[in-house]
């Protein structure tokens, strides 16, 4: 079944506890990305990464790492987590940027206190 | 994003009865796609739509494009519990990643 896999679903942290949400696909898409969804702002792009080892900023890249070491793999790293990184992550996969259909992870929700 | 905007911002509907949800962009868009996500999870793609004119379908759900592919609407017909969610057009501009629209929540009433 072709999906897009992150890990965990939920995750309660403390301030400047360093911190991983994983992302896998399975469909050898090239173009992966990360989003935060808050109300009243809507879903907003974090990073992205058109191919292996080539990644890029989206809109609110600040506190945020990635990496793109293999193509199914692309974790979003939080280095120094704070409160204002509270949020719904979702990340996503699809064959090319902006052409086809892109499937989104079930999401990640994160609380840091 | 400031480049597309949704109306209405929220919608409830009886079951049975037919809505349409619009999506507005300030630009030209290059693709337009639509999903819907259901409270608190993922998004789930309905469709793609890019050429001015093209009207796509699937199951009681309708989307169009208009010609000079500035706006779209998502027509739903013979409501039912299950289309509610949230509803969001996304939209790819030349040189800029992707974007999403603020979203329209829908209920239905059964």
């Known amino acids: 079944e072709a999906q897009v896999t992150q890990n965990p679903r939920y995750l309660i942290t403390v301030t400047g506890k360093k911190l991983t949400v994983t992302c896998s696909q399975n469909?050898?898409?090239?173009?992966m990305s990360w989003y935060r969804q808050d109300p009243g702002l809507g879903l907003r792009q974090i990073y992205y990464?058109?191919?292996?080892?080539?990644?890029d900023k989206g809109d609110v890249p600040e506190g945020y790492k990635v990496s793109r070491k293999e193509k199914r793999n692309f974790p979003l790293i939080l280095e120094s987590p704070s409160p204002n990184q509270t949020s719904l992550y979702f990340c996503?996969?699809?064959?090319?940027?902006?052409?086809?259909?892109?499937?989104f992870g079930q999401g990640t929700r994160l609380t840091v206190v | 994003s400031q480049e597309l905007e949704q109306s209405p911002q929220s919608l409830i509907v009886q079951e049975g009865k037919n809505l349409t949800i619009n999506c507005t962009s300030s630009?030209?868009?290059?693709?337009l796609y639509w999903y819907k996500q259901k409270y608190g999870e993922g998004l789930i793609f309905l469709m793609m739509?890019?050429?001015?004119?093209e009207e796509k379908s699937h199951e009681k759900i309708t989307a169009k494009l208009d010609e000079k592919k500035q706006q779209s609407s998502l027509h739903i017909t013979a409501s039912q519990p299950s289309h509610a969610g949230i509803y969001l057009c996304?939209?790819?501009?030349?040189?800029?990643?992707?974007?999403f629209g603020p979203g329209t929540r829908l209920s239905v009433l059964p």
């Open positions: 630009k030209t868009l290059y693709g």
């Open positions: 996304g939209a790819v501009y030349i040189g800029q990643n992707f974007v």
């Open positions: 996503a996969s699809s064959v090319l940027q902006g052409t086809t259909e892109a499937f």
């Open positions: 739509l890019q050429k001015g004119g």
């Open positions: 469909m050898n898409h090239e173009y």
């Open positions: 990464s058109m191919n292996v080892e080539v990644t």
